[in-house]
């Protein structure tokens, strides 16, 4: 048939390679003998296989098996040092950069503090010069990779996470007016010149997306919506196992969704906020925290304050009154049962938008205000979405929640290499 690749014995063989790389990253180490029988292949032809791999670099020995009777067999698995990949994670205080080799395990972390705002004062000269976005990346990669014992020229690829996203018509930075330094048109332009690794780029929520559905909440979903709600509200949409960025990179943004309970936002852009942000945001649990007269830590920040609040709302709301179904608006609430209410009932409103036109598979709750809330939170949001769509998609806590960001764009620059790095078939057939 036209268009087909023959499955000429090269490519068949690197058909075999692959299958038998991805079975020792998820199974780990095994004998010659589980590989044939996994993959189907005969004892003969998996001994050629390991042969080649071993002689690539791409497996080692890593001991014998034990345990059953005759002699024990090697044990093979994927060699570590065969690649190496960075992650960046970019926030409004610290960029944080974590290096790991091709298995996934993560063999050094760096951080060091987002550039500030350059505030230089009229008729200033001179002094110290402030730290440019690009140098920062350039410090907290090199960093890493001298943690993990590697130098940064060993690294095959470097996915970096950023708020907002980059325009892919002119490489500029949009939708986070927030973060200082990073909005240079040449900032893309510095950071390859500076890096001997190709880059790549993302938006943090979609990273945080890809780290789902590599290891937690959405395997398996290749239609899913991850909401996003920490410092700011965003969301991942992921279609057909793609993630959808639009046109300007942009989808996603529902921080800046106009939605009911709010007034209507004009010119979101320069206001940096918008409907979804103001109703179900870090700045709406506290002043529902105020009215219900619900102590805070003054000392800390929006995002820390909220999170501790609906932290402490999620477990003293078991021992108020039984939480009746959001929007009933039952007097009998106590305080905190009346926050986690009002906090499920904003969210759910802004989700129904995103149910009505995208029908998901799943949604994923993420980040560190909706983690905080826990499973109340989660089964409150998931009562009030069933009464305002028709569509009832399940709704799942996110599982991914040590730095997800980084463990995303790792996750992210770990599949493209895995694809260049396993790719024998241009490898010579012993």
């Not at 003998?33 to 003969?44: A, F, N, Q």
């Not at 005759?70 to 093979?76: E, S």
């Not at 708020?163 to 986070?176: E, I």
């Not at 009464?387 to 799942?396: I, Q, S, Y």
């Amino acid at each position: 048939m036209a268009g087909m690749t023959p499955g000429t014995p090269r490519v068949l063989r690197a058909m075999n390679d692959r299958a038998a790389l991805d079975l020792l990253l998820s199974e780990g180490p095994l004998s010659r003998g589980r590989i044939g029988k996994l993959t189907g292949l005969s004892k003969p032809t998996a001994s050629q296989l390991l042969a080649r791999l071993e002689a690539a670099g791409l497996v080692v020995v890593t001991g014998r098996s034990e345990g059953r009777p005759g002699p024990n067999a090697q044990l093979y698995a994927v060699n570590p040092r065969a690649a190496y990949v960075a992650g960046v994670d970019v926030t409004t205080t610290r960029v944080l950069a974590g290096v790991a080799d091709i298995t996934g395990r993560v063999a050094g972390v760096f951080e060091v503090p987002t550039p500030p705002r350059r505030t230089q004062r009229k008729g200033e000269g001179g002094g110290r010069p402030v730290r440019s976005a690009a140098d920062s990346v350039v410090q907290a990669v090199e960093g890493a990779a001298k943690a993990a014992g590697v130098h940064k020229s060993e690294l095959h690829r470097l996915v970096v996470g950023t708020p907002g996203a980059f325009d892919p018509s002119t490489g500029r930075l949009r939708y986070a007016s927030h973060l200082p330094g990073w909005h240079s048109p040449t900032l893309l332009e510095e950071l390859a010149a500076a890096l001997p690794m190709p880059l790549d780029y993302d938006n943090d929520v979609n990273l945080v997306a890809v780290a789902e559905q590599q290891s937690g909440s959405a395997r398996g979903h290749e239609d899913f919506v991850l909401l996003w709600n920490e410092q700011g509200i965003g969301a991942a949409l992921v279609i057909g196992g793609r993630l959808h960025r639009g046109r300007t990179g942009g989808a996603g943004e529902v921080g800046f969704l106009p939605v009911p309970g709010t007034p209507l936002v004009r010119d979101p852009v320069h206001v940096n906020s918008g409907g979804f942000q103001a109703l179900a945001g870090a700045g709406a649990v506290l002043r529902w925290a105020h009215e219900l007269g619900l102590p805070c830590d003054p000392d800390a920040s929006s995002h820390d304050r909220a999170a501790d609040l609906v932290s402490r709302a999620a477990v003293a709301a078991d021992g108020e009154s039984d939480v009746p179904r959001p929007g009933t608006g039952d007097g009998r609430l106590g305080p905190h049962s009346e926050l986690l209410r009002r906090f499920a009932s904003g969210t759910a409103v802004g989700l129904a938008a995103m149910v009505s036109v995208l029908d998901p598979q799943l949604i994923v709750l993420s980040g560190g205000l909706l983690n905080a809330g826990g499973e109340p939170l989660r089964a409150l949001i998931q009562a009030e979405l069933d009464e305002l769509t028709v569509p009832r998609p399940p709704l799942l806590l996110g599982t991914v929640t040590e730095h997800p960001v980084l463990h995303g764009a790792l996750q992210s620059a770990l599949l493209t290499t895995r694809d260049e790095v396993f790719d024998t078939t241009a490898a010579r057939a012993p």
